[in-house]
T-cell receptor, first 112, second 111 residues
Framework: EAQVTQNPRYLITVTGKKLTVTCSQN?????MSWYRQDPGLGLRQIYY???????DKGDVPEGYKVSRKEKRNFPLILESPSPNQTSLYFC???????????FGSGTRLTVV | LAKTTQPISMDSYEGQEVNITCSHN???????ITWYQQFPSQGPRFIIQ???TKVTNEVASLFIPADRKSSTLSLPRVSLSDTAVYYC????????????FGKGTRLSVIA
């Protein structure tokens, strides 16, 4: 089944403890992206990648890192999480930035 | 990319046709229009995409006037399960820049 898989679905962590949210797609898509969604603010883009080894900042990149070493994986790294990064995170992929995006099921992160 | 403006929320009764209009006054020749649907705690789902005139699929229709400064998503005979947030986005045909999601329109369908 064609899909975008995010892990974990839920995560509670403490301030400053490094964490990684994984994202993997099995559709050979070139484009991948991370979003965060907060009440009243809609979906905001964190980072995106047009292809392997190519990443760019979105609207809210501060406090996040990403890497795209291979086409299928696009992990989101929080080196030192803070409570203001408590949010619902979505990974998405697409053939290119133009075509219909496929989203993962989301990761609900709580930083205490 | 052109900025989009859409209503924050709409209410409708079951069985009615719902039209959500999006304004994109600064749309460029190389831009297309796409709509997504999002249910609570789920990722957005692609609904429909178009460049001009009318596009129809099994879920919705998209009407784009000749000047392309607006577009209307039409959902026929909505049901309670159509309650969701609907996003209107403008993207470039070349796919060189990512789509930017705004706050969308929250549609509430009432029995």
């Amino acid at each position: 089944e064609a899909q975008v898989t995010q892990n974990p679905r839920y995560l509670i962590t403490v301030t400053g403890k490094k964490l990684t949210v994984t994202c993997s797609q099995n559709m050979n898509h070139e484009y991948m992206s991370w979003y965060r969604q907060d009440p009243g603010l809609g979906l905001r883009q964190i980072y995106y990648s047009m292809n392997v080894e190519v990443t760019d900042k979105g609207d809210v990149p501060e406090g996040y890192k990403v890497s795209r070493k291979e086409k299928r994986n696009f992990p989101l790294i929080l080196e030192s999480p803070s409570p203001n990064q408590t949010s619902l995170y979505f990974c998405a992929s697409s053939l290119t930035a133009r075509y219909g995006y496929t989203f993962g099921s989301g990761t609900r992160l709580t930083v205490v | 990319l052109a900025k989009t403006t859409q209503p924050i929320s709409m209410d409708s009764y079951e069985g009615q046709e719902v039209n959500i209009t999006c304004s994109h006054n600064n749309i460029a020749t190389n831009d297309y229009i796409t709509w997504y649907q999002q249910f609570p705690s789920q990722g957005p789902r692609f609904i429909i995409q178009g460049y001009k005139t009318k596009v129809t699929n099994e879920v919705a229709s998209l009407f784009i006037p000749a000047d392309r400064k607006s577009s209307t998503l039409s959902l026929p005979r909505v049901s309670l399960s159509d309650t969701a947030v609907y996003y209107c986005l403008v993207g470039d045909l070349g796919g060189n820049t990512p789509l930017v999601f705004g706050k969308g329109t929250r549609l509430s369908v009432i029995a």
